[in-house]
């Protein structure tokens, strides 16, 4: 039986990577799924493989770091379907370097997308879920339960050289998420966070020789790992492998299944025992 019918959950960059499996898991379960991604091509890609599975989903592309797209976000969902169960705080990239190569504008662009954006997304999720779950409260004597999920990383719970800026996002992200899930109780939501350790996207791929570049919003970064890298990474995995974005999906839906309703303000490391 799927766990997730009659839910609606939103996907940050759900164009790619875990995101993407992400979205298509939870539609797997019946979830109505709201797909953002920064390109909107993807996003619509996204959506086509969920209706192509008779999945529900609608796409709203844009940059979760831009001042009105959060609420733009909350109100698609709230158009589209009616309500939010799930949010899932997942877009993200990396825009790596050593400590004394760091500009203010690459500090500030990765604390935006990775702790500035969720904050600010949840911030327009709170009026309306409010509302919602002071209503369920009067008639059910308790609201439905609703969860949020972030996406850390194994760089903001332990460090990583050369991922400062990145680092203290993902470090932030686990901060705002233990405090909301104390705010956020009484209203029965919970929030919890993924840390990832390495997990196979289009950040991590692997390259020998020049690093590929990716683009977002315009701009290229470095991103992949080297093959010496990878090894150095999967030797320490106790399960002796890298992670597949259907692995790191997994973690995030045991946070969205009912099974989960009473665990809250945890961090979950998915990194395959590293
Ligand atoms: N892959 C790993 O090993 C790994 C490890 C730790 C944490 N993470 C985190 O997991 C999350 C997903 O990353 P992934 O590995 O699937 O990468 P990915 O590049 O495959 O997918 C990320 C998606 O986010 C979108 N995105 C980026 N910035 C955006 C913005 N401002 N607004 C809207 N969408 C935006 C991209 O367009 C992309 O489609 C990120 O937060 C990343 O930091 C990944």
């Known amino acids: 039986m799927p766990k997730l019918v009659d839910r609606v959950a939103i996907v940050t960059g759900a164009g790619r990577g875990v995101g993407y499996a992400t979205a298509l898991m939870l539609a797997k379960e019946g979830a109505s799924i709201v797909v953002n991604d920064l390109d909107a091509a993807e996003a619509e890609a996204t959506v086509a493989a969920i209706k192509g599975g008779d999945g529900n989903a609608i796409a709203c592309a844009g940059d979760i770091t831009a001042d009105d797209y959060p609420e733009t976000l909350i109100q698609t969902a709230l158009d589209g379907y009616g309500g939010i169960d799930i949010i899932v705080n997942n877009a993200g990239y990396i825009w790596n370097g050593a400590m004394h190569n760091h500009t203010d504008e690459q500090w500030q662009a990765m604390l935006d997308v990775h702790v500035t954006a969720p904050f600010r997304i949840l911030r327009a999720f709170a009026p309306w ?5 002071k209503r369920e ?3 059910d004597g308790r609201a439905r339960c609703r969860k949020v999920v972030n996406v850390s990383s194994v760089s903001g719970t332990t460090g990583a050289a050369t991922q400062v800026a990145y680092s203290a996002g993902k470090a932030g992200v686990v901060g705002l998420t233990k405090t909301l899930a ?17 997990i196979r996207t289009r950040l991590t791929q692997p390259y020998e020789g020049e ?3 990716i683009d977002v919003a315009g701009r290229d970064y470095k991103v992949g790992l080297t093959d010496a890298q990878i090894r150095a990474v999967q030797a320490t995995a106790a399960l002796g492998r890298s992670g597949e974005p259907q692995d790191g999906a997994g973690a995030i839906l045991l946070f969205c299944f009912p099974e989960s309703d009473y665990v809250t303000g945890e961090v979950l490391t998915c990194a395959g025992g590293i």
């Open 182 to 198: 104390k705010e956020w109780g009484r209203y029965n939501v919970t929030v919890n966070c993924v840390a990832f350790g390495h």
């Open 137 to 139: 409260i009067e008639q």
């Open 211 to 213: 690093p590929p570049r």
């Open 129 to 133: 879920m409010r509302q919602q779950a």
